[in-house]
């Protein structure tokens, strides 16, 4: 099984709105509420693919018991923490000329809460996955996904950790088996700019030393690079048509890249299956199909290219 953690969760409400005014009223011409959280769309697009996977976090409240719901009619399994303080965050994006995002809160999370979340992980097996991923409440602290990797650290689970920064960085002495920085976030935890193709990779380099294990640095329309852990470089340029929504598009990249793994064993695979579950979200209304992966995998079959 590969398990999700998304220690902040939400409802995202997604409108489109033509002609948005600043100050001024506005009617939607379309609108949809979705479950969101990084960790939710890599359990969403695993589930898609017929991976078995079980998302675990914090919900609180009207909009938590309407967030596990939604989870419940995708047939996504999940064990959330209900939380007695606040409910779980509606994030509002605004979709018109520009995209405007508005991100809520969320709840206030007790240590007992957060112990309960603990007792949930240890009982991971050793043929598990576990995705950690997304930002955290304020109310947590910055090394609670190193506090949960050093807590398993005996179980021989193999851990993904998808976040920015700090919390990133506390992590890697755990040598987690997989990180997925894209271009922008690879840069800021070494406060460079990455140019191209070659300053991404020989950054991921760098965070192998660091610790990861497999380093997945997501370039957005550019397209991927992999520094496995044999020190292999797999890079390609993006596949897939026009951009239609970027949000999701990293997770579903970490779920695709799983779902691949676990196949075979076979990084080039996973980096492949990898960048077309990417792709497939990106060019899609919502999250990657498992009709929409393979027709992709098909076409990177008939024509890979590199960057």
């Given amino acids: 099984m590969i398990a999700t953690v998304t220690l902040n969760p939400s409802l995202d409400y997604i409108v489109k709105v033509n002609n948005f005014e600043v100050g001024g009223l506005n009617r939607t011409d379309s609108e ?72 809520g809160l969320g709840p206030l999370i007790s240590d007992e809460e957060t112990e309960k979340l603990f007792t949930q992980l240890d009982n991971l097996k050793s043929s598990d996955i576990l995705v950690l991923a997304g930002s955290i409440p304020s109310t947590l602290s910055k090394n609670i996904y190193s506090t949960i990797m050093k807590r398993l650290s005996n179980k021989g689970i193999k851990i993904v950790v998808d976040t920015t920064n700090e919390l990133l960085l506390n992590c890697l002495e755990y040598k987690p088996f997989l990180i997925k920085p894209n271009k922008v ?70 779920a695709g890249f799983l779902a691949g793994y676990i196949d075979n064993k076979d990084y080039e695979r996973a980096f492949r299956l990898g960048l077309c579950a990417g792709g497939a979200s990106a060019t899609s209304r919502y999250l990657a199909t498992k009709t929409e992966v393979e027709k992709l995998m098909n076409e990177f079959e008939d024509a890979p290219k590199s960057l």
């Fill in 185 to 254: 976030e690879l840069g800021e935890l070494f406060d460079v700019k990455i140019q191209n193709g070659e300053d991404s990779i020989k950054y991921a380099k760098e965070l192998r030393k660091m610790g990861a294990q497999n380093v997945l640095v997501s370039l957005g329309k550019d397209g991927a690079i992999l520094v496995d852990n044999n020190d292999k470089i797999h890079s390609s340029i993006a596949i897939g048509g026009k951009v239609v929504n970027s949000v999701g598009a990293g997770d579903s990249m970490v």
């Fill in 32 to 103: 949809i509420i979705l479950p969101g959280g990084k960790g939710i769309n890599v359990s969403i697009v695993l589930n898609n693919l017929a991976i078995d996977t079980k998302s675990f976090g914090f919900c609180a409240g009207f909009t938590g018991r309407e967030f596990e719901k939604l989870l419940s009619d995708m047939n996504v399994a999940s064990s959330f923490i209900n939380v007695n303080n606040g409910i779980t965050r509606i994030n509002v994006k605004i979709q018109g000329k520009n995209e405007t995002e508005v991100n």
